[in-house]
């Protein structure tokens, strides 16, 4: 029948034993690594990634700097985070993103990029500005559609191996 294929395979007991006990080991490191966590830095949100995986974002800032962190709640905090995007505050309404570090496919970076534009816009920070630089020029490709996907303007001068980024709230 035509809509057997939109039916989800039903789930063995074990199966569904599995999924709760990973579930439920993530939620008692998230208690412990937000506890830890929030010695040092403030506790921006939780939030899931791929596969259902639960993540705390959190965050240092000052007057000229911010630094939004991603801590994955399958393994215990231990003072390092998985995934991090450094930015400037270049005014008062614009961020410049310094370098994101971390983690390769896991969907981390897409995680704080979206809540580094939700702190901007929390802040009256109308533009994230970010330089392409010439080390990324084996991956230009993986970034423009990684910053298109999350709605900036690209432009990448492949005969330079440079570009920039620029996001405009509104």
Known sequence: MVYSAFLQEEKTKGELQEELDTLEIQLFRMQNNMKEIAKESEIV????VRDDNWVIIYANKDDNS???MLHDCRKPYRGKWHSAIQAEFKNDNTLHIADIKGEKNQGYGSVLISHLKEMAGEENIQYITGDIAKRDADHFDRLEYFYKKHYFNVEIDHEKKCGG???NEG
């Open 66 to 68: 911010l630094q939004l």
């Open 165 to 167: 980024i620029i996001w």
């Open 45 to 48: 949100s939780i939030d899931q």
